[in-house]
């Protein structure tokens, strides 16, 4: 697995009074490296910052000399990571020219930020000053990956396949429960691939009427039917050269599914009213919410196309098994949800962040998102607090404060007792022994409470251990009652 490249904006500055916008200047950066994995941050503070970055974006009002003392004090803090300065504008907007530049900068831009200029600085310094841990930086790859986000080891076990099939032509199934993001695979497969510049065709299989299956896909001659009027080309036709995605493909009925059949194999297909075979030219990637293997086991599905189809195998992991990714999703969807006005939200509170930790999330991904969007919209001010968020199922506050005081009182006992333990958790990547000693309590006791509350400490887990001190206040009184 790649390392992580991180890189830190540090402003004083409000997103949205700077002239630097810190979510565009994000993307600029992930574009800047789409063949890494990035994680880029944005704070006011580099005590903030829990981890050495490998390279910083300064923000600079010069000639304001406490911006200079915080240079220097981030240079002190870290000696071999090169800075470059983005230097503000003057009142009116015109660029700030200095006549000295501050030492210890390798390099700087002018606001307001030109987005080619910010990526092509990016990776000169990057493969100048740390060539082992951006090797690939100067290369010029297409992949279109930056859309996946995530740090979870299980997520980026299957990111890793991406470029793999990318070099591919032979069919693809995408295996995932609904909502985990199993057309941003099929997306990123596309535009990784030799096939980037033809068309990209998704196709819902479950929307299809039995009888248009064919038609749709295959496209018909003039006077195939009766209200055959004129030609009309398939979307077979409309993705030649580029990639057809079979979305719910465990849908189609049988006599769909024997069509499909031959077409997966030979690329053969016959337009209805048509007396001549042809051939298409385009890659296959299916997706399915189901598991398929059973659907074969249950004669719901043929067992001939499932193996056609099922040459190369993707499982896109459900939002439960990747907690720790939720931080990073959440962030992402905070900075596309803002108002044209600028206004609203830009942060999510710890509990807010709690809260979303604690939630089981069936819809998976798109649930993450709708929730962010709707609370977006509903919150008034720049941050978003455990209140705001209404997640699905979740049961209002008046019918959490009905029945008796102790049955009340254990009910929210319990939601804070699971939300503390995900918490702690995430902070330490699974690690049972540190999350036991961070909440004081001994290993079993925790392991004990972990499993009345069905959580698996597994799917925490990754090659790194968190960071000392982020975590949570110990729980001080047990209420499980066995220690």
């Known amino acids: 697995m790649k390392d992580v490249i991180r890189i830190v904006f540090l402003s004083q500055e409000e997103d949205g009074r700077s002239c630097c916008d810190h979510a565009r200047i994000g993307a600029y950066v992930e574009r800047a490296l789409n063949d890494e994995r990035v994680a880029f941050d944005s704070v006011s503070d580099p005590s903030l910052t829990t981890h050495q970055p490998h ?22 803090r870290w000696p071999d990571v090169p800075v470059v300065g983005v230097i503000g504008q003057q009142r009116g907007g015109a660029p700030m020219l ?14 307001p930020l030109d987005g080619r ?5 990016v990776r000169r310094v990057l493969t100048q000053e740390l060539p082992h841990v951006c090797r690939s930086v100067g290369r010029t790859r297409s ?17 890793e396949k991406i470029p793999l099939f990318a070099e591919v032509d032979a069919p693809v199934l ?61 979307l077979v036709l409309e993705a030649e050269g580029g990639t057809l995605f079979l979305d719910e493909v465990d849908a189609l009925n049988p006599y769909a599914q024997a069509k499909l059949l031959r077409f997966v194999q030979y690329r053969e297909y016959r337009p209805l009213g048509c007396s001549r075979t042809k051939l298409a030219n385009v890659r296959i990637i299916a997706a399915s919410n189901a598991d398929l293997r059973q659907a074969v086991a249950n004669r719901q599905f043929r067992d001939d196309l499932f193996h056609r189809l099922n040459v190369l195998s993707l499982v896109v992991p459900p939002l439960r098994d990747r907690a720790e990714d939720i931080p990073l999703l959440a962030k992402r969807f905070l900075q596309r949800f803002r108002r044209a006005d600028g206004q ?16 089981v999330w069936p819809g998976n991904v ?48 319990m939601d804070a007792e699971k939300a503390y333990l995900v918490k702690t958790l995430v902070t330490f990547r699974g690690n049972v022994t540190h999350a036991a000693k961070a909440a004081g309590k001994e290993r079993r006791s925790f392991q ?24 949570p206040p110990p729980l001080h009184r047990p209420v499980d009652g066995h220690a």
């Open 55 to 76: 390279l910083v974006l300064f923000h600079l009002n010069l000639p304001d000399q406490s911006d200079e003392e915080r240079l220097a004090a981030v240079i002190r």
């Open 98 to 111: 200095p006549p000295d530049l501050p030492a210890g900068l390798r390099d700087f831009l002018l606001c």
């Open 117 to 121: 200029e910010l990526a092509l600085r």
């Open 143 to 159: 992949a279109r990956v930056h859309s996946l986000v995530g740090e979870s080891a299980i997520f980026h076990a299957q990111v």
């Open 174 to 234: 995408l295996q995932g429960e609904t909502g985990t993001g199993k057309e941003v695979f099929a997306r990123a497969i596309h535009y990784s691939s030799a096939r980037r510049d033809h068309a990209f065709i998704p196709i819902n299989c479950a929307a299809l009427p039995d009888q248009l299956f064919e038609n749709e896909l295959f496209g018909h001659a003039r006077g195939a039917y009766t209200s055959a009027a004129q030609e009309q080309a398939g």
């Open 344 to 359: 609203g939200p830009r942060l999510l509170s710890d509990e807010a962040i709690q809260k979303l930790l604690a939630h």
């Open 366 to 413: 798109r649930e993450l998102e709708s929730t962010l969007q709707r609370a977006v919209v509903m919150c008034a001010s720049t941050t978003i607090h455990a209140q705001d968020i209404e997640c699905a199922g979740e049961t209002s506050k008046a019918s959490q404060l009905t029945g008796s005081l102790r049955a009340v009182k254990n009910s929210v006992t």
């Open 448 to 471: 004990r409470l972990l499993r009345k509350y069905g959580i698996d400490r597994q799917s925490f887990q990754q090659a790194e251990a968190g960071p000392i001190g982020t975590y």
